[in-house]
C-alpha cells in the first residue's frame, strides 16, 4: 500500500472518529445532565453508541486487513471497542473520583487517550490505516 493511500486512509479514519466522537459526547452530556447517570457509566455507554457508529462506517469506508474473515473481523473490533469502553470508564471515574475536576475534563481526557490507544490497536490488526 502506498504513501498516499495510507494519509487517505488515515484522514477517512479521523474523520469517521470525529463523528463517532459527536455522537459519543451527545449521548454523554445528555446522559450526565438529563438522565444523572455517574460520569463513569454515562461514558462507558455513550462510547458503545459512538461504537456501533464507528462499526457501520468503518467497514464500509476503510479497508480492512486481508488476513482475517469477516467474523474475525467484528469479533476484533468489539473487542478493541470493549478495550475502548474500559479506558474510557477507568480514566473518567478516576479523574472524577479523586481529583474532583469537571465530567467534560474528564471525558475529554478519556476521549484523547482512548483514541490515540484504539487506533494503534485497529491500525495493527484491523484496518489499512
Not at 5 to 19: D, H
Amino acid at each position: 500500500m502506498n504513501e498516499t493511500m495510507i494519509t487517505k486512509n488515515f484522514q477517512n479514519y479521523f474523520i469517521i472518529s470525529l463523528f463517532g466522537l459527536i455522537v459519543d459526547f451527545s449521548f454523554y452530556g445528555f446522559m450526565v445532565n438529563f438522565i444523572e447517570l455517574r460520569p463513569e457509566h454515562a461514558g462507558a455507554l455513550s462510547y458503545i453508541v459512538g461504537l456501533i457508529l464507528l462499526y457501520c462506517l468503518m467497514t464500509k469506508y476503510l479497508p480492512a486487513k486481508k488476513n482475517h474473515s469477516k467474523f474475525q473481523g467484528i469479533t476484533l473490533f468489539l473487542l478493541s471497542g470493549l478495550f475502548g469502553i474500559f479506558i474510557t470508564y477507568i480514566i473518567i471515574f478516576l479523574i472524577m473520583r479523586f481529583n474532583y475536576l469537571d465530567y467534560i475534563f474528564a471525558k475529554v481526557s478519556a476521549i484523547v487517550i482512548s483514541f490515540i490507544t484504539i487506533y494503534l490497536v485497529r491500525k495493527k490488526v484491523l484496518f489499512e490505516i
